[in-house]
């Protein structure tokens, strides 16, 4: 991924609709994309306001959306994310349809994002008031995982010590991992005495038997083993020493224990679903700058934002197939992630290019003047490529338009 080093960053706006693009993307990009993000049409079948101007009906929608979920598939990389924004009238479809192209054991969650006041009732003739809209997320791989930060690790807690006395064990392979087992008298356990850094000790037992990693192993495959073992096993914990340490238990103690090293500790601030915009949606329309009023379910920055952090790392490839007022964007310049994007509607596109213009000239909310190049793509009317200069948005959206 070259091109995506960030002293050039480039990002890439195709002016099409992302059936005809996405093969050709393929080619390309295959398996290397770390987020792709979905904004379809919701199909709300309404025939008032600006979903009348957007066509937001279509009675083949599954079909429509069929090509764009198999093509996220053979995009990302196996640590890649999709996430796909939805509201209520096609959520129970869009689910199934991902499941049969991704399979239903890569489904992450679903994600509930508030955009409405509950007390700011605007269409009276609706059924109810509905204040949700839903984010999708799927993974490439089952091991994928988010982003996340680290609580820093107690020192006081890791006192514990492992003295082996005797160097030889008795070897197995269970699950194939290699498993090293001492019995008494070959080790002793004890404390640190200096202050140096040891093992913290924990006790198998409740949560840590059934919904811990490090507790399943030990009550499915080492418990059954005897009493009073100092078990070793391989590749249980990588960040750390590569092996961790257990104690089967006894009479007296019938729980196991096993012990972290410092390396593996702290534990992951995972990200929830608890996600809540309705003081950002009422003033969306400002974001990007003038000129960027985008009508038709304009998303928030930190919807993008938080997407990019939890999926991705700076310089990771990021696409949109549906670019809307051009959020993915502009999330993508100010986080450092490169984006492809792709847009077919003629007035979100005008949205686009002058979003850009503001992010390179400090008119952006921010008001920081942002560095970067855009090239764009995309068949004019007249059947050919546009001529393309990176250096001018402005330029760029003319040739997409007339084709010069």
Not at 261 to 279: C, F, H, K, M, V
Request: positive net charge.
């Amino acid at each position: 991924m070259a091109e995506f080093q960030a002293a050039r960053m480039q990002h890439t706006l195709y002016h099409a609709d992302c059936r005809t693009v996405l093969p050709e993307l393929e080619q390309r990009w295959a398996g290397q994309a770390r987020l792709i993000y979905l904004d379809p049409p919701y199909n709300t079948r309404r025939q008032r306001g600006a979903r009348r101007q957007f066509r937001d009906s279509n009675a083949r929608w599954s079909d429509t959306l069929r090509p764009a979920i198999e093509s996220a598939f053979r995009l990302l990389s196996p640590a890649g994310f999709l996430a796909v924004s939805i509201n209520q009238t096609e959520l129970f479809n869009l689910k199934p349809l991902i499941d049969t192209v991704f399979g239903a054991e890569r489904f992450v969650g679903l994600f509930p994002v508030k955009i409405r006041h509950v007390q700011r009732q605007l269409m009276i003739n609706a059924t109810f008031h509905d204040v949700y809209e839903y984010l999708l997320i799927y993974r490439r791989d089952k091991a994928a995982r988010f982003e996340s930060a680290r609580r820093p690790p107690r020192l006081e807690q890791f006192k514990h010590t492992v003295t082996l006395l005797d160097q030889r064990p008795e070897t197995r392979e269970i699950q194939g991992k290699r498993v090293d087992i001492f019995r008494p008298p070959q080790y002793e356990l004890g404390t640190t005495s200096n202050g140096s850094p040891g093992l913290r000790r924990y006790v198998i037992a409740g949560k840590l038997a059934t919904a811990n990693w490090s507790g399943e192993w030990y009550e499915t495959h080492l418990r059954p083993l005897g009493d009073d073992l100092l078990i070793r096993v391989w590749g249980l914990e990588l960040q750390g020493l590569g092996y961790r340490w257990f104690q089967t238990g006894n009479r007296r103690r019938r729980s196991g224990v096993y012990f972290q090293s410092l390396g593996a500790a702290g534990r992951p601030i995972l990200p929830s679903n608890d996600i809540d915009y309705t003081e950002v949606v009422p003033t969306i329309y400002r974001e990007g700058g003038a000129g960027c009023d985008f009508k038709d379910s304009k998303k928030p920055e930190a919807l993008l934002r938080m997407l990019m952090e939890i999926c991705t790392r700076p310089g990771d490839l990021v696409m949109d197939f549906y670019a809307g007022s051009g959020t993915t964007l502009a999330a993508g310049i100010k986080l450092g992630r490169p984006v492809i994007a792709i847009e077919s509607d003629p007035q979100a596109l005008s949205i686009i290019h002058t979003r850009l213009e503001n992010l390179r000239s400090g008119r952006d909310l921010d008001g920081i003047a942002h560095c970067f190049e855009v090239k764009a793509s995309g068949k004019a009317s007249g059947g050919r490529e546009p001529a393309v200069s990176p250096r001018r948005v402005s330029t760029v959206h003319r040739s997409i338009e007339t084709g010069d």
